[in-house]
């Protein structure tokens, strides 16, 4: 998960940096001339991506059976729309932020998206190229996301689930109070 599309009063009115909002696997944005492995913006972004890149268990502050890892993410049978495709690591596609609760109304802005879907309602989508791309956890379960945690636990997370908790759980450092729900 990434939460760097934070926007709720919360996380607008603390002092919790960028890095301690971060969530267990980083969301990289490489500009849209990044075209090639040779490429130096591929290079500066490769300090994130590649084998044993990850974070350790040790490094999931908030403790790994309170910080979920994992999410469903709902899938389109399009071929203009990314979201699904587990062979691609942008934004919607396997990736998803915490922006907004689970299976949000608030149409996701990513970069591989088809504008034309409508319905569900749940899958509506703007597409966007920029930093600033976020994507909701969503399933076709009714009421809300199954998600799993840092230390593998699985959990089943509604949809009503408090937006200052959901941000809280999917991030990693912010030293947040939230705990999971029962």
């Known amino acids: 998960s990434d939460t760097s599309a934070r926007s709720t009063p919360y996380y607008n009115t603390t002092t919790v940096s960028d890095t301690q909002k971060r969530g267990v696997f980083e969301h990289v944005t490489l500009s849209p001339t990044t075209s090639t492995k040779s490429d130096p913006a ?6 994130k991506l590649g084998h044993n890149k990850g974070v350790s268990v040790a490094s999931v502050k908030d403790g790994p059976s309170k910080t979920i890892m994992i999410s469903e993410v709902l899938g389109y049978e ?12 942008a934004m919607g596609c396997t990736g998803f932020t915490a922006q907004n609760p689970p299976n949000s109304l608030v149409p996701d802005q990513i970069p591989i998206c088809d504008p034309s879907i409508i319905n569900p309602a749940k899958l509506k989508c703007s597409q966007v190229q920029t930093t600033r791309a976020f994507a909701t956890a969503r399933s076709a379960h009714t009421g809300g996301v199954n998600v799993s945690c840092a230390d593998s636990n699985t959990r089943f997370i509604s949809d009503s689930i408090d937006p200052i908790v959901w941000q809280a759980i999917c991030s990693r450092a912010g030293g947040e109070p939230e705990q999971l729900p029962d």
Do not use: E
Not at 78 to 89: K, N
């Open 42 to 47: 591929f290079a500066r972004a490769g300090a």
């Open 78 to 89: 399009s071929p203009l729309d990314g979201r699904g495709a587990w062979t691609c690591g």
